[in-house]
């Protein structure tokens, strides 16, 4: 009965442990978490590119030059 005892202790306290660790870890990875990037529509194919990384043409934004070059000769 002794034994029983002991183990239930041991194994209340590893979960305890277990699950601390991964509240940390979990706290930790959503603090290196960045703001929301706005996102727009290639007017070309219709892929979604965060705003920064978009080439604007005259009549929209693209993806990539040869988007930008098919759309507006």
């Known amino acids: 009965m002794k034994f029983l005892l ?3 202790i ?3 306290l590893a ?3 277990r699950s601390s660790r991964i ?3 979990m706290r ?3 603090d290196s978490v960045g703001a929301p990037t706005t996102m727009l529509c290639c007017d070309r194919c ?3 590119v965060p705003a920064r990384d978009t080439i604007a043409g005259k009549s929209g934004v693209y993806c ?3 988007h930008l ?3 507006e000769p």
Request: proline residues 0%; hydrophobic residues 45%.
């Open 23 to 25: 509240r940390s870890q």
């Open 6 to 8: 002991i183990f239930a």
């Open 69 to 71: 070059r098919q759309a």
């Open 28 to 30: 930790a990875k959503s």
């Open 10 to 12: 041991v194994a209340w």
């Open 46 to 48: 219709g892929l979604h």
């Open 15 to 17: 979960w305890r442990w």
């Open 64 to 66: 990539c030059q040869e």
